[in-house]
């Protein structure tokens, strides 16, 4: 196509044409076939546009069963390192969305960086396309139906969260849409993350799940098992495999930014497509009363209307605030637990790049494990499944009655789904 024709297309959804002309040391422009990434009912004509990577060294690694991924789920802090110094000055005066991103094989470290503008107009292409939709996979419907376990008899002791009691039960139905879509990332008696497929090979979980702030290091601790019914290396514990990452994507600002947490969301890019089996959710970035509509408990009539929001997630047995079944018995470690509450939605604050308040609150029971699994719905626009929000921390663990809106959770915000727009086009 000649750049003539290219420029009018992209002006046309709202693209910044980036162009290779003025490359520094260290720098390349990455290629991204437009019509390629999102088909031809899409993008009816042949065009790219190109995106900056800027080679930041070596990355620094931490061990299988490292600290950064053994300290999920943990109470706010502002944490940045001296060294971020250099990269934060690099960030100022561009309006443009910044990404850090790593190639786990070689260890080769970018600064990602694309206009706000053409971020914006690939989320629309994706949302052409119907990424945002999900997809429910091709494993058969035969799959168990599902059902939970009577703990009755132990409720009564369990400290969990919301209120200082824990209501979540071991659930059974792993292997159903869109349960068999969330997975468990890396994982041990005090350690994992959990994390959820959108997109064929793509991962959506928290940033501290990937990167240490304290320790300025990448985890390796990160085999995603979706899925998984407990701790057997087999068909049996992992009906769709386990699977490495190897890329990992943070937003920049979660290493500079004094207000790190409002940007602790990533993505992983597997070396399988366990979603062609399993399915994916979708993702929807959704206003504040449309999220409190969907997610609150509303009376009305006998029953209630809302209260369609829920976590599942798989939690680390050997913390004081898991689940008391899987911390009296540590084989059950590698079960997803979800609480049969709603989320309900406490508040929202802290304002990112998109103007959108970046974080909210919520009162279902979480704990260490659950970090990176999805606040999410089943019945977006009546039958989708889609995830709403990314949780990230606590401000307690057992909890005290009274506290109940204990949990934070990371928005869906527009500029969470221009991250999973480039990186699913990028790496499809």
Known sequence: MKTRSMLVLCAALGLSLNTVSAAEPGTQFRPLDLQAAFGSDVVSEKSSLSVRWDYLGKARFHGVEGPASGDPLGAESSVKSGAEDGLAAALKGTDARHWIAVNVSTGDEYLV???????????????????????????????????????????????????????RTRRFDNTTYPYRAMGQLGGGLNSGCSGTLVGRRHVLTAAHCLYNQEDDVWTLGGLFRPGREGTCNNASCEPYGEFSGVWYFTPAQWRTSDNAWNYDYGLVVLNGSPGNQTGWLGYVAVAQSTLEDQ?????????????????????????????????????????????????????????????????????????RGHSGSSVFTETWGGSTSAVLGIVSTHSCTTCSPGEVYVNGIRRVTPEVLDMISYFKAEMP
């Open 113 to 167: 960086e694309l206009p706000t503008d053409t971020a914006a107009g690939l989320r629309r292409l994706a949302a052409k396309a119907g990424w945002e939709q999900g997809n429910a996979g091709v494993a058969s419907a035969s799959d168990p139906a599902g059902k939970t376990d009577d703990l009755s008899s132990i409720e009564a002791d369990a400290k969990g969260w919301s209120n200082g009691v824990d209501t």
């Open 295 to 367: 997610c609150d408990k509303v009376p009305f009539g006998p029953g209630f209307l809302g209260g369609e929001c829920s976590n599942r997630g798989y939690p680390a047995c050997g913390f004081p605030e898991a689940p008391l079944e899987c911390r009296l018995n540590n084989n059950l470690q590698g079960w997803a637990y979800q609480d049969p509450n709603a989320c309900e939605i406490g508040s929202f604050g802290s304002a990112g790049n998109d103007g959108w308040a970046a974080r909210f609150t919520t009162n279902c029971d979480i704990s």
